[in-house]
């Protein structure tokens, strides 16, 4: 019953910023976690960003530490990565994920109980 819509990927040179939204609906409540992964053409799907629900320190990787951020808008059921500093090595398709606290515990995608259908982000030099 939970989608989840990703929006705000596109093409931008290195050193600039994107805004990626994720849109929710359905019974999203029941999931406490809620992050972002990324993959890029012949690598793993690997995770950016977590966000529990209950909670007020979101987690990194560390590729990303430091330049991208994860917030949520109760109010419109939207979750946001704000990007910046991006480089071309970000270059991937984004995807939004929603799941139980556990995914919090262990970012890994097998732990990821609903997807977005992912936005494209690529960052020439």
């Known amino acids: 019953q939970v989608q989840l819509m990703e929006s705000g990927g596109g093409s931008v040179q290195a050193g600039k910023s994107l805004i990626l939204s994720c849109a929710t609906s359905g019974y999203t409540y029941v999931f406490a976690c809620m992050g972002w992964f990324r993959q890029a053409p012949g690598k793993e799907r690997e995770g950016v960003a977590t966000l529990h629900t209950s909670k007020s320190v979101p987690k990194y990787a560390e590729s990303v530490k430091g330049r991208f951020t994860v917030s949520r808008d109760i109010a419109k059921d939207t979750m946001f990565l704000y990007m910046n500093s991006l480089k071309p090595e970000d270059t991937a398709m984004y995807y939004c994920?929603?799941?139980?606290?556990?995914?919090?515990?262990?970012?890994?995608?097998?732990?990821?109980?609903?997807w977005g259908q992912g936005t494209q982000v690529t960052v020439s030099s």
């Open positions: 994920a929603a799941g139980y606290s556990y995914y919090c515990t262990s970012t890994s995608p097998a732990n990821v109980r609903y």
